[in-house]
């Protein structure tokens, strides 16, 4: 009697974290959504995933970020419900064992529970043989998953289910920091007081690192407010980039708490974070490249 043989455990698969690098909130609507008008880039700094043939569903978590996750919430919990979305489109029974490394903190502003979703999607189609769209998937497991189908910048719109290709940005890099105090999105939300912003998508190319950092400039991000007053650290870490001298313009990324300093070069990022890290030790620095628009396309993220 023959027997076929499982394939082996497929993976790393990269989850690279997102950055907000302006974020509006352009108008609510009546099932209580917020709608947005974005500027999403992908970054270097990424979960990663790999996937093995099992009898039954099982997910391990390891990395730095893993206690977040070890009572099965966030990234942990939408990872088994990617993987049982591709299952049911696909008709196909098979278990998967799941390892998860989480690098990116959670209910940071990263998008690392999105990231998460989005390359087990792409991961669980390649290994069940899903050709199908993996868009309606994507948006049934969050409005921020559909726009990390992709590792290119993205133009994000409606509640965030809408991503447009941006246009062409430099390279470019960023000095991430948070003080490890988690801020809920839904908190943020409800303390955000005042009118709405007028959509202006950033829909012309930056040739330059000033050239965007002109355009940004002239965009915000409409729940810094909210976030500061929920978690006054947040104002700190944007104090302490902005006083780097590489980093052209500091901003915090979704609803917080990570705060981005916009910089030339991963060289002049570890700089920066180094040096901010030595004076607030207890908080967490990292430098990361973006995945700028202009690079060659690289595989969708599901791909090693």
Do not use: Q
């Not at 099932?31 to 790999?50: F, K, N």
């Not at 890099?173 to 007028?198: C, H, I, Q």
């Amino acid at each position: 009697m023959t027997t076929t043989a499982r394939p082996e455990t497929a993976g790393p698969f990269r989850a690279r974290a997102k950055v907000n690098l302006y974020l509006h909130v352009t108008g609510r609507r009546d099932d209580g959504y917020h709608e947005i008008d974005s500027l999403i880039v992908r970054t270097d700094l990424a979960d990663r995933l790999w996937l093995t043939p099992a009898d039954e569903d099982g997910l391990e978590i390891a990395g730095p970020f893993a206690a977040a996750l070890d009572d099965g919430r966030a990234g942990g919990n939408l990872v088994m419900r990617a993987l049982s979305a591709v299952r049911g489109a696909s008709g196909r029974a098979d278990r998967f064992h799941v390892r998860l490394e989480k690098n990116i903190p959670v209910a940071a502003g990263l998008g690392g529970g999105s990231a998460d979703a989005a390359t087990t999607l792409g991961a669980a189609a390649g290994r069940l043989g899903f050709g199908g769209d993996l868009a309606p998937l994507a948006l049934s497991l969050g409005a921020d998953v559909p726009a990390c189908l992709t590792d290119r910048p993205v133009l994000a719109s409606g509640i965030g289910e809408r991503a447009a290709a941006a246009p062409a940005l430099p390279s470019c890099a960023l000095v991430l920091v948070n003080p490890l105090e988690p801020v809920p999105t839904a908190a943020v939300f409800a303390r955000r007081r005042g009118g709405f912003s007028a959509s202006g998508p950033l829909d012309a190319p930056s040739p330059t690192l000033e050239a965007l950092a002109a355009a940004l400039a002239e965009r915000s991000n409409d729940l810094e407010e909210a976030a500061i007053a929920l978690e006054p650290a947040i104002a700190e870490a944007l104090d302490a980039l902005a006083a780097e001298s590489a980093v052209r313009l500091a901003r915090m990324s979704g609803s917080g708490a990570t705060c981005f300093g916009l910089v030339a070069t991963v060289a002049e990022a570890r700089s920066a974070a180094a040096a901010i890290a030595a004076r607030r030790p207890g908080w967490w620095c990292e430098a990361t490249a973006v995945r700028a628009a202009r690079e060659r396309a690289r595989p969708p993220p599901g791909h090693p």
